[in-house]
């Protein structure tokens, strides 16, 4: 299993490329199940899910075709994937793929409004919180949807369609939005969802749609309105770029010092963590070309933040957040509204020194003046990065066991953070 290991003390300056967001990724690439035509996707980030998800769909029948580029050309600009679901020879969704990575659950509603039909594995567990799936259920029973539970698996099924419905989600949940958003565009009738997920993401799955045909308005706010449509058309669509990897990489600037600028980055995706990183006496300023962060100097200074839906901030930035904030002049209040068990970064942290107390669903971190490398083990995606992030200043050597977390979400991170001048390189097992 591949390692990363970190020499920290070095300031990082020059330019970081952002990837198109995963996030957005993999429901747009699950979109193309929704109709025979071509989906054509630009700016899709190199990742390990997103190369999962082409497996899966692959397993329904989607055709790919990857447009000719060597592997590292054109850094800034992801990969184009022409996706073609001309005919879908499979409903089903195994445990195999569901249980390896969770958005692959999202097929359902697609396939439901497609085919009239689906099973798939119910996702189980997963390292931050129970993370149920009644809201995705409850929404698609309302479009009439039989639903049942067969050995671990949802079978649904409507076999003379699905039929557009009022639809008011009990809590926010950016899957449930889109797998249902998905199955509405082809209901008969208008489907209107209530407190429907406002983030960025789900906003850029339905620009797609509706360039593929569908009928959908208010995306990125809390009520969507959806007239179905018969069927949907191919369409080209550009993956917006990645908000957390933005934020990420703009914490790593505001932990190590240095100035480097964020090519393609959208502050209006990731405005609220931006202001706290601000807050935190970092400067951010808009640029032509995307968003420069600097840190020249001064300490960092601590916050106060709990985790919310967008446009709040995002708890995939909770704990990189949370590795910025070890290194503050002062205690740092974090609290974590969204997942119950998103604070494994914690104890892996305070083997680098951190002192962080944990008391239920809120963090407090007292800030030290220095972190002490070690050996760390990665225990989900942006926990993994958070301890990247606090290896960029820890004194010596930090290794970070089971990076295949890392490679999930992050595209390149060894280059991108070692090209502004960090020492980090991966060990191959
Ligand atoms: C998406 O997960 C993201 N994943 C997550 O990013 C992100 O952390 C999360 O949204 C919140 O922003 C992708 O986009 C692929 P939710 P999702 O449904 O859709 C509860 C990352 O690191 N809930 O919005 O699974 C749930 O338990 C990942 O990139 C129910 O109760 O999250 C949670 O408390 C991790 N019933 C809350 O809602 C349901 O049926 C929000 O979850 C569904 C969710």
Same mark, same amino acid.
Request: one cysteine or more; proline letters at 4%.
């Given at each position: 299993?591949?390692r990363?290991?970190?020499?920290?003390?070095c300031?990082?300056n020059?330019?970081?490329?952002?990837s198109g967001?995963?996030?957005?990724?993999?429901?747009?690439?699950?979109?193309?199940? #929704?109709?025979?035509?071509?989906l054509?996707l630009?700016?899709?980030?190199?990742?390990?899910d997103?190369?999962?998800?082409s497996r899966?769909?692959?397993?329904?029948?989607?055709?790919?075709a990857v =447009?000719?580029?060597?592997?590292?050309?054109?850094?800034?600009? %992801?990969?184009?994937v022409?996706?073609?679901?001309?005919?879908?020879v499979?409903?089903?969704?195994?445990?195999?793929?569901?249980?390896?990575?969770?958005?692959?659950?999202?097929?359902?509603?697609? !396939?439901?409004a497609?085919c009239?039909?689906?099973?798939?594995?119910?996702?189980? %567990?997963?390292?931050?919180?129970?993370?149920?799936?009644?809201l995705? !259920?409850?929404?698609?029973?309302?479009?009439?949807?039989?639903?049942? #539970?067969?050995?671990?698996? &949802?079978?649904?099924?409507?076999?003379?369609? !699905?039929?557009?419905?009022?639809i008011?989600?009990?809590?926010?949940?950016?899957?449930?939005?889109?797998?249902v958003?998905?199955?509405?565009?082809?209901?008969r009738?208008e489907?209107? #969802?209530?407190?429907?997920?406002?983030?960025?993401? @789900?906003?850029?799955?339905?620009?797609c749609?509706?360039?593929?045909?569908?009928?959908?308005?208010?995306?990125g706010?809390?009520?969507?309105?959806?007239?179905?449509?018969?069927?949907?058309?191919?369409?080209?669509?550009?993956?917006l770029?990645?908000?957390?990897?933005?934020?990420?990489?703009?914490?790593?600037?505001?932990?190590?010092?240095?100035?480097?600028?964020?090519?393609?980055?959208?502050? =209006?995706?990731?405005?609220t963590?931006?202001? &706290?990183?601000?807050?935190?006496? @970092?400067?951010?300023?808009?640029?032509?070309?995307?968003?420069k @962060?600097?840190?020249?100097?001064?300490?960092?200074?601590?916050v106060?933040?709990?985790t919310?839906?967008?446009?709040?901030?995002?708890?995939?930035? +909770?704990?990189?957040?949370?590795?910025?904030?070890?290194?503050?002049?002062?205690?740092?209040?974090?609290?974590?509204?969204?997942f119950?068990?998103?604070?494994?970064h914690?104890q892996?942290l305070?083997?680098?020194?951190?002192?962080?107390?944990?008391?239920?669903?809120?963090?407090? &971190?007292?800030?030290v003046?220095?972190?002490?490398?070690? +050996?760390?083990?990665?225990?989900?995606?942006?926990?993994s990065?958070?301890?990247?992030i606090?290896?960029?200043?820890?004194?010596?050597?930090? @290794?970070?066991?089971?990076?295949?977390?890392?490679?999930?979400?992050?595209?390149?991170?060894?280059r991108?953070?070692?090209d502004?001048?960090?020492?980090?390189?991966?060990?191959?097992?």
């Amino acid at each position: 299993m591949d390692r990363i290991r970190i020499e920290g003390g070095c300031r990082l300056n020059g330019e970081i490329p952002i990837s198109g967001a995963k996030n957005a990724a993999l429901p747009l690439m699950i979109a193309a199940l #929704l109709s025979d035509e071509t989906l054509t996707l630009r700016n899709l980030p190199r990742l390990a899910d997103v190369a999962l998800l082409s497996r899966i769909l692959g397993n329904h029948g989607v055709d790919m075709a990857v =447009d000719g580029k060597r592997p590292g050309q054109n850094g800034v600009q %992801g990969d184009t994937v022409h996706y073609t679901a001309r005919t879908i020879v499979d409903t089903t969704a195994p445990y195999e793929f569901v249980s390896r990575m969770r958005a692959s659950f999202w097929v359902l509603g697609p !396939l439901l409004a497609r085919c009239g039909e689906a099973r798939v594995s119910l996702p189980g %567990g997963c390292a931050i919180g129970t993370r149920p799936v009644d809201l995705h !259920l409850e929404g698609l029973a309302k479009l009439g949807a039989d639903i049942a #539970l067969e050995d671990g698996y &949802v079978v649904a099924s409507a076999a003379k369609g !699905l039929v557009g419905a009022h639809i008011d989600f009990a809590k926010v949940s950016v899957g449930a939005t889109h797998n249902v958003l998905m199955a509405a565009v082809l209901a008969r009738g208008e489907t209107v #969802l209530e407190n429907a997920a406002c983030e960025p993401e @789900v906003r850029d799955v339905a620009d797609c749609l509706v360039k593929m045909g569908a009928r959908i308005e208010g995306a990125g706010t809390p009520t969507i309105r959806i007239q179905g449509v018969d069927r949907l058309h191919g369409a080209t669509h550009c993956v917006l770029p990645d908000r957390i990897e933005t934020g990420t990489y703009a914490m790593a600037v505001a932990m190590t010092g240095g100035e480097v600028e964020l090519i393609g980055a959208r502050a =209006d995706l990731l405005q609220t963590a931006l202001d &706290v990183i601000g807050a935190a006496g @970092v400067e951010i300023t808009p640029t032509n070309r995307g968003i420069k @962060v600097a840190r020249n100097g001064a300490r960092i200074g601590p916050v106060n933040v709990s985790t919310a839906p967008f446009p709040g901030f995002p708890t995939d930035l +909770q704990a990189q957040l949370m590795a910025l904030m070890t290194t503050a002049g002062g205690t740092s209040e974090i609290t974590e509204t969204i997942f119950e068990n998103r604070f494994m970064h914690v104890q892996e942290l305070a083997r680098l020194g951190a002192d962080i107390a944990l008391d239920g669903d809120k963090a407090v &971190v007292t800030g030290v003046n220095t972190l002490k490398g070690a +050996q760390v083990m990665a225990t989900d995606l942006r926990a993994s990065v958070s301890l990247v992030i606090a290896g960029l200043v820890a004194e010596g050597e930090t @290794v970070i066991n089971r990076v295949y977390h890392l490679d999930r979400g992050f595209e390149r991170i060894e280059r991108k953070l070692g090209d502004c001048g960090a020492q980090i390189e991966r060990l191959s097992a």
